[in-house]
């Protein structure tokens, strides 16, 4: 099982930014797909951006333009650069990493990210 320990949430003005963190147990240099979810209060967990083997990346429609996700291989991390924030980004951040194509999702512990208006 991957383990997932993502950082760098809290709480934020309106407008401003964060960039969240994710260090992953294994090497991710050929991990089929890494992926930043969140889950606002009394909502379900929803997807906000991927990033695969190959770089490729995706975002819903609320991320583009606003959110970037990237990852350093050598650090086997995968990070969420968040800008232009707002109080309906307020969530709890989830990391996610698929080992293969058919493979399921493990998952960070999730942090908190709180935008204040």
């Known amino acids: 099982q991957v383990h997932l320990v993502e950082s760098g949430g809290g709480l934020v003005q309106a407008g401003g930014s964060l960039r969240l963190s994710c260090v992953v147990s294994t090497p991710i240099t050929n991990m089929y797909r890494l992926g930043w979810y969140r889950q606002a209060p009394g909502k379900q967990r929803e997807l906000v951006a991927t990033i695969f083997a190959t770089g490729v990346t995706n975002y819903v429609d609320f991320a583009k333009g606003r959110f970037v996700i990237s990852k350093d291989n050598a650090k086997n991390t995968v990070y969420l650069q968040m800008n232009s924030l707002t109080s309906e980004d307020t969530a709890v951040y989830y990391c996610?990493?698929?080992?293969?194509?058919?493979?399921?999702?493990?998952w960070g512990q999730g942090i908190q990210v709180t935008v204040s208006s």
């Open positions: 996610s990493a698929m080992l293969g194509p058919f493979s399921a999702n493990d």
